[in-house]
């Protein structure tokens, strides 16, 4: 068993609370993303579970095991960091062998390791050059190779694309999902971007000022989101949240005071509607974005193709009920639409 538990931990500096009561759990052979914005805890919390900060509350278990004092040597985890971590004086056969050296594995074993995972990441003819000679994705296939060598069944990844150009990403992207069920890792993965966790997430820890906002399936924070930040964390262009007294559209059951939650996919056009007028179009190819206003409201309407509207167009837009969401004026999710 080697999945990862983590129970009501905190992290304090000073005043600040940069961890608040975080507890999730984590399955063998899984991979679960830590996503937030910037300050908002999930590298910390990737660096308690290393080992590499102190806990000051709580617990960290993995594979069973009260892991929370240990030395991180002792934990079973493999880490990927942002900046490759890479030796510069090393090549990259010194590079990925370099932490099997220092544990004294045995050399026959460490050439074995070497030779599957150079073929797992296509590093094989990339063995003699030193890290300043490697584009950026390769140096990121170093440091994959080095956790694929190290054998360890936990692997943590710290915003390991976040220095490589879109396209690079989405091939690493592809790469790393493929290592993590390949080799059976329980795998947390801590990054900003939306589009990562969609398309390579098990299941999701939103994270807003060191605690909690939700956690589940991609499919369920996207569909679903607990809150107003939820639903527009996630999502191109995020969903668009009114204040329902303002919007002179169909009548929901509420006091007035609460907020409508509608994603700009779901919005279309139609010759009767909310009234709106067109602020800025953005043709996309696949697709086109339209910034419309409502009175003092803003929304983005997300239609497939391209229209001939162009900013200052007067248009009517609709929705169905159906994919309405409702949100009270705290920002919490309601049941009924």
């Known amino acids: ?21 975080v507890s999730f759990t984590v399955d063998e052979g899984t991979l679960t993303v830590l996503l937030g ?43 990927v960091f942002q900046s490759y971590a890479l030796f510069p004086h090393l090549n990259v056969r010194e590079n990925i062998l370099f932490g099997l050296k220092v544990r004294r594995v ?21 063995l003699d050059r030193k890290p300043a000679q490697l584009s950026g994705g390769q140096r990121q ?23 490589l150009d879109a396209k ?3 091939e690493m992207r592809d790469e790393i999902h493929r290592l993590q069920r390949s080799l059976n890792l ?5 990054t900003h971007d939306q589009t990562e966790a969609m398309s390579m997430a098990d299941q999701v820890v939103l994270l807003k000022d060191g605690q909690i906002v939700q956690i589940g399936s991609p499919g369920e924070l996207y569909e679903q989101p607990a809150t107003d930040f939820a639903a527009q964390f996630l999502g191109t ?8 007294a303002e919007l002179e559209t169909q009548d929901f059951t509420s006091d007035g005071s609460c907020f409508l939650g509608i994603r700009p996919e779901k919005i279309r056009l139609a010759d009767s ?13 696949a697709e086109t974005v339209l910034r419309l206003r409502h009175h003092d409201n803003t929304l983005m309407a997300r239609i497939d193709g391209r229209t001939d509207a162009v900013p200052g167009d007067h248009l009517h837009i609709v929705w169905s009920r159906e994919d309405v969401h409702l949100f009270s004026k705290e920002g919490i999710r309601l049941g009924d639409r």
């Open 1 to 21: 068993m080697t999945g990862i538990e983590i129970t009501h931990l905190v992290k304090q500096w000073g005043e600040l609370r940069a961890v608040d009561d």
């Open 37 to 79: 914005p910037s300050g908002c805890g999930k590298s910390t919390i990737l660096r308690m579970i290393a080992g590499l900060e102190t806990v000051d509350g709580g617990e960290v278990h993995i594979g069973g095991r009260n892991v929370t004092r240990q030395d991180p040597a002792e934990r079973g985890v493999s880490m």
């Open 106 to 126: 045995e050399p026959k074993e460490r050439e074995s390791r070497l030779t599957n995972a150079v073929r797992m990441v296509g590093l094989e003819a990339l």
């Open 141 to 163: 296939r170093v440091a994959l190779a080095r956790t694929v060598v190290a054998n360890q069944p936990v692997c943590l990844m710290d915003e390991p694309l976040s220095n």
């Open 168 to 170: 690079l990403r989405a």
């Open 186 to 190: 329980t795998m947390v993965y801590v």
């Open 237 to 244: 262009p995020p969903m668009n949240v009114l204040p329902i």
């Open 273 to 285: 509607g909310l009234a709106v007028e067109v602020s800025a179009v953005d043709y996309m190819g």
